[in-house]
């Protein structure tokens, strides 16, 4: 896909650009489920592959009180750690609740800033919007802003950086996610509404720089690896296709010799 296309997917006709999927549940109109080992994101074939500067919004329903399902913006160049920008995923608390993450590369380990999303929890559909501008990432939620990182944001790959390409993802068999439409605006196209005098949501200090070792991280969605390297890496071919069905077997053989869910 080009750099920085606009886009919108409503599932009634097809994935559209999100194609590279496995074990997704299309079976009812206008909405696709992930439950279980199952995955499906846009090509992650290079720095332009996916989108950069934008409003992205996702409606969707996580369900469950664990991590395994969530909205991650997988780094184009699939190499990891990196800079995965996850909109949506559950705390390891047990609260059901939904927070946001910034991910980036700390000198081969995986660093991360999380921002927890104040009175919003699993089991009902939510619009998950994250806008990416330079130096500055703002997640909302049914419009009303909840949390914001301003360090460690990456630059697209338009100026000069990187893109990032939508997915979701589901690795626990007692959690899954339901998405209905996906959108993104390129910045400037149809810049989001200023919110010029709008006080800053409350954020819950949540900020965390720490190795990939990290229990919190090691129960993350997609983003498992110990030391450096890359997380799909091992099951993406040249052009960039994930072979899940190798992915999943092996992310079911950690489970079932750990109990957690990882790649
Ligand atoms: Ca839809």
Excluded: C
Excluded at 87 to 114: C, K, L, Q
Excluded at 187 to 211: K, R, Y
Aim: proline share 5%; net charge negative.
């Amino acid at each position: 896909m080009a750099s920085n296309d606009a886009l919108h997917v409503s599932f009634d006709d097809g994935f559209g650009p999100i194609g590279n999927a496995w074990n997704v549940d299309a079976s009812v109109p206008g909405e696709v489920r992930l439950a279980g080992s199952s995955a499906m994101m846009e090509w992650a074939t290079g720095r332009d592959a996916g989108h950069g500067y934008g409003t992205y919004t996702v409606n969707a329903k996580l369900e469950g009180n664990q991590p395994g399902a969530g909205i991650i913006l997988w780094p184009g160049d699939n190499q990891w750690p990196g800079q995965e920008l996850d909109m949506a995923e559950i705390t390891p608390d047990g609260s059901g609740r939904v927070y946001g993450t910034v991910h980036w590369n700390a000198g081969g380990f995986d660093a991360y800033e999380a921002r927890i999303f104040d009175g919003i929890t699993t089991g009902s559909f939510h619009d998950y919007t994250m806008v990416w501008e330079p130096g500055r990432i703002t997640f909302k939620v049914d419009g009303a802003e909840k949390g914001v990182v301003t360090e460690n944001v990456p630059v697209d790959f338009a100026h000069g950086g990187m893109n990032n390409t939508i997915g979701f993802l589901n690795n626990n068999p007692n959690t899954s996610i339901t998405v209905r439409d996906v959108s993104f605006t390129p910045l400037g196209e149809a810049a989001p509404a200023p919110s010029a005098a709008a006080p800053a949501a409350a954020e819950t200090a949540w900020d965390v720089a720490v190795p990939a070792q990290n229990a919190i991280i090691a129960t993350e969605a997609v983003a498992v690896q110990t030391g450096s390297g890359s997380g799909l890496d091992a099951w993406t071919d040249a052009n960039g296709m994930v072979d899940w069905n190798a992915l999943a077997a092996h992310v079911t053989s950690n489970y079932e010799a750990t109990g957690q869910w990882f790649i």
